[in-house]
Nanobody, 124 residues
Framework: QVQLVESGGGLVQPGGSLRLSCSGS????????MAWFRQAPGKEREFVAA????????YYGDSVKGRFTISRDNAKNTMYLQMNNLKSEETAVYYC?????????????????WGQGTQVTVSS
């Protein structure tokens, strides 16, 4: 069993930055691939970024490449998402997710464990 808790969301102006955190529990946390997804009102859940458990290889959605950075600290059972140069259209609830495999995918259906989400609002 893995429990995930996100934090770090809030209100930020366009062009600003935020860092999200995802704290996990469970003895196998460090063995599982992790990812961030987001969902805006009326839209489907969208892949943002993912990270492998074995070697920390990262993957990004096309819209966030070069602006977002995913990382993890297995000693702390925590994953992060550094978001820079945020855009208003990126206002959404951001979720962290975990799957019981070392390698991630971009498909939300492949992830079994989810956090409750944290709201990110990009607005002036």
């Amino acid at each position: 069993q893995v429990q995930l808790v996100e934090s770090g969301g809030g209100l930020v102006q366009p062009g600003g930055s935020l860092r999200l955190s995802c704290s996990g529990s469970g003895r196998y946390f460090s063995s599982y691939a992790m990812a961030w997804f987001r969902q805006a009102p009326g839209k489907e859940r969208e892949f943002v970024a993912a990270i492998r458990s074995i070697d920390g290889t990262t993957y990004y959605g096309d819209s966030v490449k070069g602006r977002f950075t995913i990382s993890r600290d297995n000693a702390k059972n925590t994953m992060y998402l550094q978001m820079n140069n945020l855009k208003s259209e990126e206002t959404a609830v951001y979720y962290c997710a975990s799957r019981t495999r070392a390698w991630p995918t971009q498909n939300a259906n492949d992830f079994y464990y989810w956090g409750q989400g944290t709201q990110v609002t990009v607005s002036s």
